[in-house]
């Protein structure tokens, strides 16, 4: 996610989801308020409630926010090949996100309070029912083109979520390299689960 | 992790980390108080501060305690062979934590704070690395008796406490079998990257 792309600022509901996201980097969920989004909007907390009458409204729409920024960035992997497209998916779900440390650690905070809010966590499982659906489309592309394996592309979408998400937590929690580790991880158990019976 | 291990009841550094446990359980971390523990010990706030100056210090001794209970079940794990050896580690890190969801909702909480507290990152590191530790041992084992392929040790320890995070994680993000398909999923990538040479 590019922090300033080139787009009109004229929509106030873009403008706003850009002074959250900012606000998050800087202050963390934990610490975040209205009033400090609307420090970064320019304007006053009013200004923020006329378009949201609650943060926990303004976040879930942030989370929206974030999932169609994602979806736009897939529309941009325009390979058909199976086994390439699902390595784009895989660089877009974990190697693009090395230099997200910041947001990586404002949705883990919101994450952790899916079992609370929920707001947040019909956004996450929609979130997490949409990558799994691109997943699971290439993984039946391929089996269909005969390039992968007879597998359960449920279970395989799943697994690799397992895997981002292991990967996004251990970058928020740990020192260390955690999304390079699952990049690779997610190859070994490509080659191993779709690609067995290549040569 | 049991509720109420028969242990003795005059250790009050034990009985703490149980009302702790039982406070965490009930009331998650946000919402957590040195009164609500206090609560559950059945004694006044000035009885837990005489022995934890801070709610962070009690919280950072019970991820302490936590981390001894894991030690002590892992002791448990008698068998010797490296390959069974691996199994009953995995399901000692996956599928017993199907009954405790309360349990890892309060640390995924936790975790997400890492980032802002010191004693936490430190903690769930320390964890991180006793855990890895245990896997590389079993992993170069089986690697010495003929069994593994010759891997990296450090590198799948890494990717299977990736798999065993991203469960944690869903488990309380999301609906569904996070659990059981990470279980799964490590299953076919020790199959496909420790066993492949095998029959």
Redesign the interface.
Known sequence: MADSPDRSDSDPDEEIMRATYRALREH???DLTVKRIADEYGKSTAAIHYHYDTKDNLLAAFLDYVLGRFKDSVHEVETTDPEQRLELLLDQLLVELEDHRDLL?AM??M??????KETF?ER??QN?EYVRYLLETVIAQGIEAGAFAEVDPD?VA??L??????????E?????D?LA??R??AD??V???LL?DEP
């Open positions: 963390g969920y934990a650690i883990l905070e994450r952790s309070q899916a079992p609370y966590s996450f499982q997490d279970h799943r697994a979520m397992t895997i981002v998400d292991g990967a996004r937590t251990r928020v929690v740990l020192e260390g955690a580790t699952a690779q991880t070994e158990y080659t191993a689960v067995e």
